[in-house]
T-cell receptor, first 112, second 113 residues
């Protein structure tokens, strides 16, 4: 069974204080690893897809990296507007649905 | 705004009542998913449609739940005889014919009293 574990559960940073969020996964044949951002009361917003170990993607202050067992979301010089829950999900090739299996998320708070 | 819309945004109902939610995916997206999300957890897969065909259902989807996508466009999720444990955010997501990125709607928040 596919499993995704995110750490830490919650993270408080001062504005400008860089850090990383971790996503560890167990899946039989990774089709893709996805990062989403979710604001309170809203649906997840797509950020990145990573397909193979060593791949990296960047968007503004966010950078996602992938190894064979985990992914990191690096946040450089965060701003208060980066406060949200960040969700990691894996997609396995089994079945026709190719549904996502999500972790529980990391709730990030960036203080001004 | 991803272009996926859901209605209603909030629903409060009493235990035992039936509720129905609607999802309108992005128009050219032929693949549609329903997920359920409880507080502090990530979304959990419920069911999947390709065009009008329901191709996969999670074991989370008890016989009180039914989903349809009659013309391959909008989809409905009905919960019969609601229970307090059904209280959650119900999310819809869609994907175009190619690609893997799922685009989520804003969700419907269900509260069962």
């Amino acid at each position: 069974e596919d499993q995704v574990t995110q750490s830490p559960e919650a993270l408080r940073l001062q504005e400008g204080e860089s850090s990383s969020l971790n996503c560890s996964y167990t899946v039989s044949g990774l089709r893709g690893l996805f990062w989403y951002r979710q604001d309170p009361g809203k649906g997840p917003e797509f950020l990145f897809t990573l397909y193979s170990a060593g791949e990296e993607k960047e968007k503004e202050r966010l950078k996602a990296t992938l190894t064979k067992k985990e992914s990191f979301l690096h946040i450089t010089a965060p701003k208060p507007e980066d406060s949200a829950t960040y969700l990691c999900a894996v997609q396995a090739p089994s079945g026709s649905a190719r549904q996502l299996t999500f972790g529980s998320g990391t709730q990030l708070t960036v203080l001004p | 705004d991803t272009g996926v819309s859901q209605d209603p945004r909030h629903k409060i109902t009493k235990r035992g009542q039936n509720v129905t939610f609607r999802c309108d995916p992005i128009s050219e997206h032929n693949r549609l998913y329903w997920y359920r999300q409880t507080l502090g957890q990530g979304p959990e897969f419920l069911t999947y449609f390709q065009n009008e065909a329901q191709l996969e259902k999670s074991r989370l989807l008890s016989d009180r739940f039914s989903a349809e996508r009659p013309k391959g466009s909008f989809s409905t999720l009905e919960i019969q005889r609601t229970e307090q444990g059904d209280s959650a955010m119900y999310l819809c997501a869609s994907i175009p014919g190619v690609g893997n990125e799922q685009f989520f709607g804003p969700g419907t928040r269900l509260t069962v009293l």
